[in-house]
């Protein structure tokens, strides 16, 4: 289970489309009582996945992370703006991004913010706490609480999870 979310963690917050917690709430239901120990191997996934694309901005930005970000409707208007935002408050807009606060991806933000010169060092401080601080937060609400909200949300539905569609 530890392994498949860092893969997971790794792969959505690099290049895969995806809810960053899609392996961590199910494995944390199944068992509660390591969902924090889950928690910690998807920020660490995650932490890595933020640098590949981290990396892609730094050294491909032109290439590949212009490319990337108009393909998911980001023009030069926005890419301008959000160059002026980077320039001001860098890590204020990593952490806020890598939280899942900000409208847009947070390996979109990690392309971006190694496009336009955030330095590495405070990136990955900010991812890990940013990250984590997210992972975390899901992990506590699934320990705590997590089969509670099950149960209403089954209660609500009318039926189990499982058989959802």
Known sequence: ???ATATWGFAQSSIVPGPDWALLIPL???DPKRVFLLALWTTVGSFFGALAAYSIGVFAFDRFGIPLLSLVGIGSDIMQNAREMFAEHSLLV??????GLLPFPAKLMSVAAGGFGVPLLPFALVIVVGRGARFFTVAAIIRFAGLRLV???ERWVGRPL???R
């Open 28 to 30: 944390g239901l199944a």
């Open 94 to 99: 990593v952490l806020v991004g890598c939280m």
């Open 151 to 153: 149960g209403w949300i």
């Open 162 to 164: 499982a058989t959802l």
């Open 1 to 3: 289970m530890r392994s």
